[in-house]
């Protein structure tokens, strides 16, 4: 078993090798000015302490729920959770903290031109998304190889990787509610108060709320999105490797378990290639420099993938069956295929609904100039639209990879989406740097030439944040279909005495349906009450600091910004924990209050249909909320560059009054929902197993 396993466990320690060679490699570059490093230590100083309080709060959670699954379902399962939980706050934290260190670095080389800031800003967002797959990867092989090591049974095996998927959803729900909380309050609160009621520019020194903003770019985007992806990688994999486990027998059966996690191995490897390849054309286009990355890392993924199946599975072999279905090696590759075409349709697609090249955003922008009203208006139409073209690929990634392969295709094409994740996350991690980097720039008064330059780079990280989301959402669609096809094979193997059968007549399949369904909506509310609380607190701040600080607005007397820090590390804290905990507490009531009035067979029905409720809801909801929001973020952008009136005009008013709205549906609650729809699927799962002893 070491043989065949060691090499993910090669393949993963190359890649975080790989990411510290690019620590020291970011860190070794000039940081400038004085005053730069200043600014800079305070954001380093902010994010550290927010970061450091919210993981004190998980810690104390994730305590309380190793004991009670180390007593449910014995140590194996507790000690599964904490890998998990450990790893995945661990990648969120380290990315966290060579964002801001790398931030003033990409201000520096910024001077130097646009292809030094590119290389210095896409190296170090390298970094977090290396750590977050060889972490992930490496700790899933390692703790399954110790686990079969020890002899213990197959189902043992899974319900600790199952459980080790919990830690680093829990994790991720914290990770990306608390930091968009956090984030989302600042942006709003320092741009209703800094740009409408005070007219100053974006990372203006003199507004007290300007550090907590930049703060927050790193806590929500880079250490959320690090913890939302660790999550995603490793709960997809796990759930292939479950199916693997159900659908196949004797020495099959470890072929198709080991399987995924090759498939992780080859991509580190090909990830890693992919960053030789982000270099600017002649036209400097610096979209189109990141795509060539991402563009070389697929074509070599897919090549070496089916070279990998060819001698691991064979392409002519037709052995494998499930529910009498026979498929070889090549539908498997196939589904790879279909993964990898997926996550480039979901790129471009998210591009075109969220770039400032495009008519949707210049639909926003150009509605801008009649008022506020019709800029949401706008906005609101356009995120809803956004949800078709994502759904309609994602049903054709299902149907294909579902008729080569069933519903295993279907697990691997979503593996091998999240194979990508290692130049996914780089393209993500890129635009809080890039985003700090412009404010850095701006708080110092550095030359128009240099601020030119940082704009140009954090323009493209928008649109490199929003792909990113729209990619994460749309796995969790085919993640939480292998998960919900695994919470069905464990109801059966676990209680075959009960019948369940899912019908629309049944009044408890309506029942699990509509409270699934539900679900998304309360969380979001939830949401974005705790941004608007987060802001309001924000706005009185800062309104107060203008007030009470004489010298302020002449640049004579230095805000208190650690005062707004403080107050949105408190805010968010205290807001994310019961949205958080709502999808581990939601199908625990709903089966026990069914189990208790009617009876053990239609709770199972009910708990099933809450599973299908969630994911529908959930999936039309994020997709939209994060399109939605980038869209009215970059239609404020383009109308700062000088179109459909320019800065300080109507149309800009009202276009930050829309970037303000969309600002928690791309930051807060649309990210939040992906790890939320998979952590109900997988509370699911270990309440499954804990029953499973009681019934």
Known sequence: MLEILSFPIISALIGIIYGCFLVYSVLSKPTGSEH???????IQEGASAY?????????????????????????????????????????????????????????????????????????????????????????????????????????????????????????????RLGGGIF???????????????????????????????????????????????????????????????????????????IYPLGIGAISILTSILGTFFVKLGKKNNIMGALYKGFIATAILS?????????????????????????????????????????????IWITEYYTSTKFKAVRSIAEASKTGHATNIIQGLAISLRSTVLPVIVICFGILVSYL??????????ATSMLSLSGMIIALDSYGPVTDNAGGIAQMCKLSKEVRETTDALDAVGNT????????????????????????????????????????????YVVIGLLIGGMLPYLFGSLGMTSVGKAAAAIVTEVRRQFKEIPGIMEGKAKPEYGTAVDI??????????????LPIAAPIILFFVIYAIVGISQAFVAL?????????????????????????????????????????????KAAITGDTVGDPYKDTVGPAINPMIKIITIASLLLLAILSKSF
């Open 302 to 346: 897919v090549i070496f993938i089916g070279i990998y199946t060819y001698y691991w599975i064979g392409f002519k072999c037709p052995y494998h069956n499930i529910d009498e279905i026979t498929f070889t090696g090549k539908n498997l590759f196939y589904c790879v295929i279909t993964g990898v075409v997926v996550t480039g349709l979901l």
């Open 464 to 507: 490199t944040k929003a792909v990113t989301k729209g990619y994460a959402i749309a796995s969790a669609a085919f993640g939480a279909l292998v998960l919900f096809t695994a919470f069905i094979e464990d109801l059966t193997r676990f209680f075959p005495h009960i019948e369940c059968q899912f019908y629309l007549q049944d009044p």
């Open 36 to 42: 730069m490093q200043s600014v800079a230590k305070a």
């Open 51 to 175: 970061l450091n309080r919210q993981y004190k709060m998980i810690s104390l959670v994730g305590i309380v729920i190793f004991f009670f699954l180390s007593w449910q379902l014995g140590l194996l399962v507790g000690i599964g959770f904490l890998i998990g939980s450990i790893l995945s706050g661990a990648a969120g934290y380290i990315g966290m903290n060579i964002s801001v260190r790398a931030n003033v670095r990409v201000t520096e080389a910024s001077k130097k031109g646009l292809q030094s800031g590119l290389t210095v800003a896409f190296r170090s967002g390298t970094i977090t998304g290396m750590l977050v797959v060889g972490l992930a990867l490496l700790g899933l092989t390692l703790y399954f190889l110790i686990l079969k090591k020890i002899c213990i049974s197959d189902r043992k095996i899974i319900e600790a990787l199952v459980a080790l998927s919990f830690g680093a959803s829990l994790i991720s729900i914290f990770a």
């Open 183 to 257: 984030t989302k309050g600042a942006d709003v609160g320092a741009d209703l108060v800094g740009k409408i009621e005070a007219g100053i520019p974006e990372d203006d020194p003199r507004n007290p709320a300007v550090i907590a903003d930049n703060v927050g770019d790193n806590v929500g985007d880079c250490a959320g999105m690090a913890a939302d992806l660790f999550e995603t990688y490793l709960v997809t994999i796990v759930g292939t490797m479950l199916l693997g486990s159900i659908f196949f027998k004797d020495k099959i059966k470890d072929l198709m378990m």
């Open 404 to 413: 080569n392969a069933e519903l295993y295709g279907v697990a691997i094409a």
């Open 568 to 581: 949105l590390t408190k805010a968010a804290i205290k807001e994310m924990i019961i949205p958080s905990l």
């Open 608 to 652: 099933g249909a809450l599973l299908l409720g969630a994911v529908v809801t959930g999936i039309f909801m994020a997709l939209s909320m994060a399109n939605g929001g980038g869209a009215w973020d970059n239609a404020k952008k383009l109308i700062e560059e000088g179109h459909f009136g320019g800065k300080n005009s109507a149309a800009h």
